[in-house]
């Protein structure tokens, strides 16, 4: 079992099926016929890497990174049922507490302060937006989705990919990408699980006497990199990143040393990358890591939070088995502009 960014083509981090295989060319997947790397009529051409920054013009403003703390302030009360949009800004906090700004947040000229609505771009060997708003119509959500030129970004081997979005903004994100003419690629629907930090904190971690948990560093990307089903070109770098900036957990065997499950936090500051090795599953290892990650995040004060592939019935299970409840659903969306 793995977390996959975690249905035909998963994204790194909501819980994909165990039994997914083969690599798209976008990495993290089969390509099924609509999938970037497979053939597909009217596809524009594939683009080297362009990064657009901010300008006047764009109506995707950057929020100063004095304002996050007013924004995370504004999602604290609705952390009980978005714990990932509350959690993101604090992790972006966090990173750049530690001097890193790899999550550029913005906002449709800075309407932010009024209806909540932000997005985040995380640029590293993959691109990766969050959305979220308070206002229920998604209005300046659509607006900046169909107007911004700042998502006119891609790799020779990954497409853009829209994040964990709310089933509730996911058409209307779709109807701005329709109407300047981009092209839908695959569309991923996931449930969101999520348990109260209490409840977390109350996780018994109590380790088979063949094993321990230790905490994960960026040189146990190699192997998790090796064993992932959905790599891709840099991807080991991606993951290193992760280890670098958030905490990931793994399950050692004694006898050994040998990694044989693990979690890392993901830039939502939540659950994923989620996954045993093939030898030692059924062994209860991902609950074991998952518990052990989920108290840790607890410990932040967050709400723990993972997506679960809707076809996924051993991660649904696992999840519903360590208390976590079903909030909604939703959409993991590679898209091309």
Not at 13 to 39: I, N, V
Not at 59 to 76: R, S
Not at 190 to 211: G, L, N, R, T
Not at 269 to 287: D, F, P
Request: hydrophobic share 40%.
């Amino acid at each position: 079992m793995e977390m996959v960014h975690f249905l035909t083509r998963p994204h790194p981090f909501c819980l994909a099926s165990a039994t997914t295989q083969g690599e798209g060319k976008r990495g993290r997947g089969p390509a099924p016929p609509s999938a970037p790397g497979a053939e597909t009529k009217n596809r524009p051409p594939t683009q080297k890497k362009i990064i657009m920054g901010a300008t006047e013009t764009d109506i995707l403003v950057d929020i100063p990174e004095d304002d996050l703390p007013k924004l995370a302030e504004m999602y604290e009360p609705h952390k009980e049922w978005a714990p990932h949009a509350y959690s993101i800004i604090k992790t972006g906090i966090e990173w750049r507490q530690k001097g890193n700004n790899k999550l550029l947040f913005m906002s449709p000229n800075n309407c932010w302060k009024k209806d909540g609505t932000f997005f985040v771009l995380m640029q590293y060997y993959s691109i990766d937006i969050f959305v979220f708003t308070l206002d229920d119509s998604g209005e300046n959500a659509y607006e900046a989705m169909l107007n911004t030129r700042r998502f006119n970004i891609s790799y020779t081997d990954r497409l853009p990919l829209l994040y964990s979005v709310h089933r509730k903004l996911h058409p209307v994100l779709m109807k701005a990408i329709k109407d300047r003419q981009g092209i839908i690629e695959i569309a991923t629907p996931c449930y969101m699980y999520s348990i109260s930090k209490e409840k977390a904190m109350e996780f018994d971690i109590e380790c088979p006497p063949d094993v321990y948990i230790k905490k994960l560093d960026p040189s146990h990307a190699s192997t998790v990199n090796s064993v992932w089903p959905h790599r891709y070109s840099n991807s080991e770098k991606f993951v290193a990143f992760l280890l670098t900036m958030n905490d990931g957990y793994g399950v050692f065997l004694k006898s050994n040393d040998e990694l044989v499950s693990w979690i890392i936090v993901t830039m939502l500051g939540q659950l994923g990358l989620l996954q045993t090795k093939e030898a030692h599953k059924k062994k209860g290892y991902a609950a074991l890591v998952t518990r052990q990650l989920s108290k840790k995040i607890a410990e932040k004060g967050f709400n723990v939070f993972g997506t679960v592939l809707v076809n996924n019935v051993a991660s649904i299970r696992l999840f519903e088995k360590l208390g976590f409840r079903s909030l909604e659903k939703s959409v993991y969306t590679i898209f091309s502009l």
